[in-house]
């Protein structure tokens, strides 16, 4: 009897145990993008969508242009057609005229789009005009998976209005095999008298960067670079200036904003500390490839994962593109925290602090919202639920130009990367270790959120971008922007941009 | 008789005139008394954004002035050499068809994947310009230096629109009367001067006209602006009209770039009107 009760055990857990294989295998089969993993089990993967019927309704999709999330949108909308019998239109548009595509309608009392792409800061603007997501979706074993950080991003004062499908944050990207190699560690001493190493600091970063500017250390008969960074006006410029004044404006004893003083709502924008580090922004401007000031995401993207620089930072894209099997230096760079300062800014005492600073941007990323006067709700969130179920979104992180990165706290796992991806253990690690860093950090900052962001963020493209032309010093440009950001704050109201900026403050305050 | 009917016959025409201009610009006169934005409605607020714009923001100023730069200098650029090519093609040469359909060429190109091209031409690190360049130990900064990247917009418009300007003049010469040059031929005039004293001369009305239309156009450039420069580096590069997209569509001011286009087309027409009135002054004054 004993024996036989062993024998149906086995073979019950046998089954158990296999049952999620067979299951994944079916579903690879007929979709190739989850070929490595195949489905994975939750309340939005695909054995659930496919037991939904939507045949007869449309779902109207206003997305980024391909291939940047618009190729995700496109495929995870054909493979939800196929499942549910839905009829999916995807509208692609330009990455500047998101915003006011959504917004227009939005204005006029029309929803032409179920479903509407956007950044995460556009959550103030957009909120009132989105529904907020349903409890079935926030209790779903996907949005369990999410990260605090990804879920204070993409809710406004606890509800959460879009849903999420990718989580940003800025960090460094550096060849690994230029920063381990002895030789130039030893010869780098020599010439410099200081250590070759991961930056610590912006300045560190900024030596390096101008030692190994123009000449070829990668033995490519091509020259090589120290920098790869966005600097082109209007191209989200902002976010790469933001990430490096963080480590020189965000001090962790003075709460209370870090964009303004949120009691009197005063601009820092053009404290000392913002000045710094504009001041070393410029100065980047001598050890990026030529044309750098000029470079876009894309071109940041081609830059760095086409090994053509020592250093970046900014969005996941260019390390996963610079980790992609067809790239020249797979498994040749390392990922690390933004660099630091030796020195912050503290805006109560009005003085500088002489110690070490660091601080996260967890920048504004991808966003996704349904629009509250869609007749096709459920369908909408089904979609979005769909599109970041745990197949799909493994399979989009190992794209580098999908754009989606990770918010789940599954993809701290570095076996997803060692396994799926075919990185190097010690990369992987790295890489995993640097994101849960930041989740973890007491001194994040998160990106701009109140009513008008973009006359916000676009005051400070205009600035810097005539401070990296030259047209006017670190000091000029950010009294211009700071001028500007008093202006607006008069037109929106100071009370209106205080009761919208008191939300980032708390997340970054860690009181939310 | 009674010919009160022939005016429901006006109708249709007056609707599509009131649709499609009538309409938008009352309503653009309407939308600049407002704050219309991100967060406010359609809210009369008064003349608030045109004391704004007069007062308080040299920014526009300075793109106008731009503008007015980029496009004075391309459309006379584009009249010199259009006049040139059509002069060219326009007499008895070997190829004549194949050149007058060469020369249209880039006109019939769509601009902004042109200037996408242009972009990865003079890409500093990656474009095939600054490539061979690089040969004679030169690597200009075309689209980051802020004078250069100037002329970078000029080379591209000029690309671009030169053959427009080629195919009005052409269509002039080629509609000539023939006795001015056979009484010049018959006088003994050299070439240089039966085009001073002839050619040039009975071109002028056309000339203005062409001069007026690509005026016109070249006041609006913003697509070559927004693929090549983004308006960039810092503002050097900036037009009106992109900077009117940049209040409107990007920041959302609705209210305040319709102030700003509602006066911008009122220097337009006014200094186009001069313009005209100058050119056919200093052209035909004989």
Known sequence: MKTIKTFVTAIVSAMLILSPVAYADKWGDQFPHIKATGDIPGDCSYEEMSKKNYKGKTLKINTHAVPVIGQPTALHAEQFAKLTGAKVDVTHTPAGDLYAKAMVPFKAGQAPYDIVFGFSNFINDWRQYLAPVPKKYMNSTEMKDVTKSHVGVSSWDGTMYQYPVDGDRHYLKYRKDVLDNPEYQKKYKADTGKELRVPRTWKEYGEMAKYFNGWDWDGDGEKEYGSAEVMKKDDLMFAAFFSRSVAYAKNPRTPGGFFFDLETMKPNINNPGFVEALGDWVEATKYVPPGGINFGLGDEIGSFGGGQTLFSFSWDDAFIAAMQDDSPIKNKVGTAPLPGADKVWNRVSGKWENQYNQAPYIVWGWAVGVAKKSKVQEMAFDYLCFFSNGANHQADLAIGNFGVNPFKNSDFDPQLYIKTMGWDADIANSYTKTLKDMEKSKNRVFPLRVRGVFEFTSAVATGTSKALAGQLSPQEALDEVAKEWEAIVNRVGKKNVQEDYAVGVKMEDNKL | ?286
């Open chain 2, 1 to 286: 008789m009674n010919f009160k009917q022939k005016y429901v016959f006006l109708f249709p025409g007056l609707f599509v005139l009131i649709g499609i201009l009538i309409f938008p610009i009352i309503f653009v006169i309407r939308l600049s008394l407002s704050g219309w934005n991100s967060y406010n409605g359609l809210n009369f607020i008064g003349l608030e954004n045109y004391i704004r714009l007069f007062t308080d923001d040299p920014r526009f100023w300075e793109s106008f002035f731009r503008l007015s730069f980029l496009s004075v200098t391309t459309v006379i650029l584009q009249y010199v050499i259009g006049f040139a090519l059509a002069h060219m093609v326009w007499k008895d040469i070997k190829f004549q068809r194949f050149f007058r359909v060469l020369f249209l060429i880039p006109m019939m190109t769509t601009p902004v994947i042109m200037t996408v091209i242009w972009r990865t031409f003079f890409h500093e690190s990656l474009g095939p310009v600054n490539d061979i360049l690089s040969n004679f130990g030169m690597s200009p900064k075309w689209l980051t230096d802020p004078v250069l990247a100037k002329f970078t917009v000029i080379i591209v418009e000029v690309w671009q629109w030169t053959p427009f300007m080629f195919l009005l003049l052409l269509a002039g010469l080629l509609s000539l009367p023939k006795e001015p040059f056979l009484a010049a031929a018959i006088d003994g005039a050299s070439p240089v001067r039966k085009f001073l004293y002839v050619t040039f001369p009975l071109m002028a009305p056309i000339s203005i006209g062409a001069i007026i239309i690509r005026l016109i156009e070249a006041s609006k450039i913003m697509d070559t602006v927004y693929v090549l420069t983004s308006g960039g580096p810092g503002t050097s590069t900036e037009t009106s009209s992109f900077y009117i997209f940049i209040k409107g569509l990007r920041e959302f001011q609705m209210g305040y770039a319709a102030s700003m286009s509602f006066t911008y087309l009122i220097i337009m027409i006014v200094s186009l009107t001069v313009i005209a009135k100058v050119l056919t002054k200093l052209m035909l004054k004989d």
